[in-house]
């Protein structure tokens, strides 16, 4: 089943509040609420309680990173100095711990940012296919939601924004 864009421009951030309380509360078969993007010209404290929590997986990809950083680092800093095992070190252990934690917690350092910088792009979803669907009246004073839905999901997504009186809606052409 194909997915389809849809944007809807309303007048004023109440009634674009009215539209997602009714998209959460209605299940609409086709339409995941995750899909939904609200579009504004100006900052409003009050949309993360109008879209609720939304699930952030970055500290996942962090934490891994770190942990495989260290790991890699401990090993190959540990596997260089082993190597050298026919070489007389007089009495001192083959592989020195203390001077290798450092090198380690670099490497936890290093492996977390990487993989964290590369978790973000993942999880934003980067780089991606954005939708063609814009309004230029989203720049100025009015606020758009922007949700993805299947070819069965849009009548009645569509139905939704018509009640709540959309200024403006486009649709994505088929493919």
């Known amino acids: 089943m194909t997915q389809r864009h849809l944007l809807a421009v309303f007048n004023n951030f109440d009634e674009a509040e009215a ?13 995941n609420f995750d899909d939904l993007t609200m579009k504004s010209p100006i900052e409003h404290h ?3 309680e109008v879209l609720g929590s939304r699930s952030a997986n970055v500290q996942w990809f962090t934490l891994v990173g770190s942990i495989l950083g260290g790991l890699l680092g401990f090993f190959l800093i540990s596997g260089a100095q082993a190597n050298f095992y026919h070489q007389i070190k007089g ?6 711990l203390p001077p290798n934690f450092v090198l380690t917690y670099e490497m936890f350092i290093l ?9 973000f792009l993942v999880c934003a979803g980067l780089p991606a296919k954005r939708s063609p669907l814009y309004s230029a009246k989203v720049q100025v004073d009015q606020i758009a939601i ?3 839905g299947d070819d069965s999901a849009i009548a009645a997504l569509k139905a939704v924004f018509t009640k709540h009186q ?9 493919k």
């Open 146 to 148: 922007l949700v993805k």
């Open 111 to 119: 492996g977390g940012v990487f993989i964290s910088v590369l978790g």
């Open 166 to 174: 959309a200024l403006e809606i486009q649709e994505e052409a088929g």
């Open 46 to 48: 009050d949309v993360e």
């Open 91 to 96: 009495g001192k252990p083959l592989v020195p």
């Open 19 to 31: 539209v997602i309380k009714e998209l959460r509360e209605t299940p609409i078969k086709g339409f």
